[in-house]
T-cell receptor, first 114, second 114 residues
Framework: DGGITQSPKYLFRKEGQNVTLSCEQN?????MYWYRQDPGQGLRLIYY???????QKGDIAEGYSVSREKKESFPLTVTSAQKNPTAFYLC?????????????FGEGSRLTVL | AQSVSQHNHHVILSEAASLELGCNYS??????LFWYVQYPGQHLQLLLK??????LVKGIKGFEAEFIKSKFSFNLRKPSVQWSDTAEYFC????????????FGKGTTLSVSS
């Protein structure tokens, strides 16, 4: 089935460690996104990429990094510089940048910093 | 700053009651508007969308929303809710400017009692 796969589903990390969340899509979508979901905060945009080898910062990019070396993959690294990394992370994609309003979401990755 | 505001953080209704969730945005220019829903334990999915044309749009499961440009609003409605409508609802907006991505409101949790 076509869709977006995020892994791992749950992840625990010690303070000071970097961690990379995987996002893979087989929908042949051009654009991909990372959002962070916190209770009462809704979804906040971290990074997005409209084409391969290009990406833009969202509203809360500090302490995160991404890469887009392949169309189907958009991994997110949560670095030790992120002051409050415990959250639920959602990856999404859309057919093209022109259609960026209609997103398809993965099931999310829950990161807990111990 | 561009933003999306959802007025109700938590709404509690009995089955068969009518529902209206408020959403206002502060974007200028042409916008595309969306409502997404997240049922317990499931991933986010599109409920309905407005791009242009008839400002009253209908979505899945009997939901509808009305775009009122003069009020910068896109309120979600359902005449008679069911227990299965218990979920978190997110309003989202994207402008027609290049290099932007979908911006979400903080969400409204709907609890429907049977």
């Amino acid at each position: 089935d076509g869709g977006i796969t995020q892994s791992p589903k749950y992840l625990f990390r010690k303070e000071g460690q970097n961690v990379t969340l995987s996002c893979e899509q087989n929908l042949n979508h051009d654009a991909m996104y990372w959002y962070r979901q916190d209770p009462g905060q809704g979804l906040r945009l971290i990074y997005y990429s409209q084409i391969v080898n290009d990406f833009q910062k969202g509203d809360i990019a500090e302490g995160y990094s991404v890469s887009r070396e392949k169309k189907e993959s958009f991994p997110l690294t949560v670095t030790s510089a992120q002051k409050n990394p415990t959250a639920f992370y959602l990856c999404a994609s859309s057919i093209s940048p022109a259609n960026t309003g209609e997103l398809f979401f993965g099931e999310g990755s829950r990161l807990t910093v111990l | 700053a561009q933003s999306v505001s959802q007025h109700n953080h938590h709404v509690i209704l009995s089955e068969a009651a009518s529902l209206e969730l408020g959403c206002n945005y502060s974007y200028g220019g042409t916008v595309n508007l969306f409502w997404y829903v997240q049922y317990p334990g499931q991933h986010l999915q599109l409920l309905l969308k407005y791009f242009s044309g008839d400002p009253l749009v209908k979505g899945i499961k009997g939901f509808e929303a009305e775009f009122i440009k003069s009020k910068f609003s896109f309120n979600l409605r359902k005449p008679s809710v069911q227990w299965s409508d218990t979920a978190e609802y997110f309003c989202a907006v994207i402008s027609n400017q290049a290099g932007t991505a979908l911006i979400f409101g903080k969400g409204t949790t709907l609890s429907v009692s049977s």
